[in-house]
């Protein structure tokens, strides 16, 4: 078995069970969320992540992360401080029902990131993405690993860098290092291994997968 596949195990086996939200509630509380991440979920500026369609149990440990700042995200400062934790699974809930738009990958680019996300690279120890987001894209949600396909290419490649980082460095060190992947610590691994063409490039083929 090797590291890939045990983490996935463990996660799967001690995973808490997470309840799903109210979608119909969580359309009226989703509201102060719009103004960054669009209406249905669909944000239309790149540094902010597409929600629309995005795996329900993923979305509430990252939203419960943010808020107890174990993932620092400075433009989300304060934006959870009231909510409970029935209203960010309803938010949550409302987004996953919602449907992503697509993007649309650079040519330039595809031949490296289609390579890097089926069969990652031996080389240098990189997994394939493939085999935790699934052959579409569309991840893995019972194990809270998320859907990727159609998301922003400079947001995936901001978030490979910031894991990348967090290899490294702690968050009083770079406060933009991204530790939240936990002890099995799959993306800080993988992403420390990356080079920054690579990310490139399997960032905008991932844009494309939807």
């Given at each position: 078995?090797?590291k890939?596949?045990?983490?996935?195990?463990l996660?799967?086996?001690f995973?808490p069970?997470?309840?799903?939200?109210?979608?119909?509630?969580?359309?009226?509380?989703?509201?102060?969320?719009?103004?960054c991440?669009?209406?249905?979920?669909?944000?239309?500026v790149p540094?902010?992540?597409?929600?629309?369609?995005?795996?329900?149990?993923?979305l509430?440990?990252?939203?419960?992360?943010?808020?107890?700042e174990a993932?620092?995200?400075?433009?989300m400062?304060?934006?959870?401080?009231?909510?409970?934790?029935?209203?960010?699974a309803?938010?949550?809930?409302?987004?996953?029902?919602?449907?992503i738009?697509?993007?649309?990958?650079?040519?330039?680019?595809?031949a490296?990131?289609?390579?890097?996300y089926?069969?990652?690279?031996s080389?240098?120890?990189?997994?394939?993405?493939?085999?935790?987001?699934?052959?579409?894209?569309?991840?893995?949600?019972?194990?809270?690993?998320?859907s990727?396909?159609?998301q922003?290419?400079?947001y995936?490649?901001?978030?490979?860098?910031?894991?990348?980082?967090g290899a490294?460095?702690?968050?009083e060190?770079?406060?933009n290092?991204?530790?939240?992947?936990g002890?099995?610590r799959?993306?800080r691994?993988?992403?420390?291994r990356?080079?920054?063409k690579?990310?490139?490039s399997?960032?905008?083929?991932?844009?494309?997968?939807?």
């Amino acid at each position: 078995m090797n590291k890939i596949t045990l983490s996935l195990a463990l996660l799967l086996s001690f995973t808490p069970a997470v309840f799903a939200g109210d979608a119909a509630a969580g359309k009226d509380k989703s509201l102060s969320c719009s103004a960054c991440h669009g209406a249905d979920g669909n944000s239309e500026v790149p540094m902010w992540p597409k929600l629309a369609g995005q795996n329900e149990k993923y979305l509430i440990k990252q939203l419960h992360d943010i808020k107890s700042e174990a993932r620092p995200v400075p433009t989300m400062a304060g934006q959870l401080d009231n909510m409970s934790d029935e209203d960010m699974a309803d938010i949550a809930a409302w987004f996953s029902s919602q449907t992503i738009t697509g993007g649309q990958a650079d040519p330039d680019k595809i031949a490296i990131g289609e390579k890097i996300y089926r069969a990652g690279n031996s080389a240098r120890g990189v997994a394939a993405c493939v085999a935790c987001h699934l052959p579409r894209g569309n991840g893995l949600a019972p194990a809270g690993f998320p859907s990727l396909a159609g998301q922003h290419a400079e947001y995936i490649a901001d978030q490979l860098r910031s894991f990348r980082s967090g290899a490294e460095n702690t968050l009083e060190e770079d406060p933009n290092a991204r530790t939240n992947d936990g002890d099995s610590r799959i993306m800080r691994d993988i992403a420390s291994r990356m080079s920054d063409k690579e990310i490139d490039s399997v960032a905008s083929y991932i844009t494309g997968l939807y």
